[in-house]
């Protein structure tokens, strides 16, 4: 798989554009911006992308995909995204480990523990059209960028966890070969894979999917969602977003 990269100094959105190009024909590119002047988050939330951060979104044909890793599993290339990105941000983070952890969060974010409190470092949104065949995957990572302060608590950067800046292209360039490294390996080893670095397995939940909200302890994550032990019976969820919840709050 070959990946052609374009640099923009700034555009509304990387995945709008990417899905543009998709609609267009275009394939397995890169679209890189120094600055997204409407960065879209899950949900439909804001992502803030002032300059100092890594915004890319990859364009990936489906066909392609399921003929080249012989596999019909699209679902397999969100876990592929998050895996990568863990991979990437984990070698970044040497002197912070020796304080805190990294981990991914389900589905898609990369989370620090900074004095026991959660901080997203990275997020992931993907978007698929089935008529074209195409998958957008987008990729927000707090580099070097200030963050902003509606979202302070929640949320930090590489440069403010080892305290000082790092190449946005370098980085990307790690993501690169991480992902294409991870591209060929069958399901259950991008699974196990994952599942090593999950954060959300064994904690207590708050899974919010499009109909209802749904509380309970994850018992296991793979490709068709996450697992529940609820009050009412183990359930399955296979779209949601999910809150990790203290114990005290069941
Ligand atoms: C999330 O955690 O809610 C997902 C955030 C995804 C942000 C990235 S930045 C590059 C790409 N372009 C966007 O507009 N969003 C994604």
Redesign the pocket.
């Known amino acids: 798989m070959e990946l052609d990269i374009i640099h923009l100094k700034e555009i509304?959105?990387?995945?709008?554009y990417c899905y543009k190009l998709g609609k267009d024909g275009k394939r397995n590119l890169i679209v890189v911006?120094d600055v997204?002047t409407?960065?879209?988050?899950?949900?439909e939330?804001k992502?803030y992308?002032d300059f100092g951060?890594l915004?890319?979104?990859i364009l990936l044909d489906l066909e392609e995909f399921k003929k080249e890793c012989k596999n019909d599993n699209i679902g397999k290339l969100n876990f592929l995204g998050s895996l990568s990105t863990y991979e990437t941000l984990n070698c970044y983070l040497e002197d912070f480990k020796t304080v805190g952890s990294i981990g991914i969060k389900f589905p898609?974010?990369i989370i620090v523990n900074v004095e026991n409190k959660d901080k997203?470092l990275?997020?992931?949104?993907s978007e698929i059209n089935i008529n074209y065949g195409f998958l957008v995957l987008?990729?927000?990572i707090n580099v070097n960028n200030k963050i902003n302060d509606e979202i302070k608590d929640i949320a930090t950067s590489l440069k403010e966890l080892e305290g000082r800046e790092f190449d946005r292209f370098e980085i990307l360039n790690k993501f690169i070969d991480n992902f294409k490294n991870n591209y060929f390996l069958n399901d259950d080893e991008v699974l196990k894979k994952y599942k090593k670095h999950s954060i959300t397995i064994g904690k207590y939940v708050k899974v919010i999917t499009p109909k209802e909200e749904i509380k309970g302890t994850v018992f296991d994550i793979d490709y068709n969602g996450i697992h529940l032990a609820t009050n009412n019976g183990i359930k399955h969820i296979s779209v949601g977003d999910c809150v990790h919840l203290r114990k005290d709050k069941r």
Do not use: A, E, M, P
């Open positions: 509304d959105s990387t995945n709008k911006s997204q409407g960065g879209v988050g899950r949900l939330r992502w992308s951060g915004y890319f979104s898609n974010d997203k990275s997020g992931i949104l987008g990729i927000g």
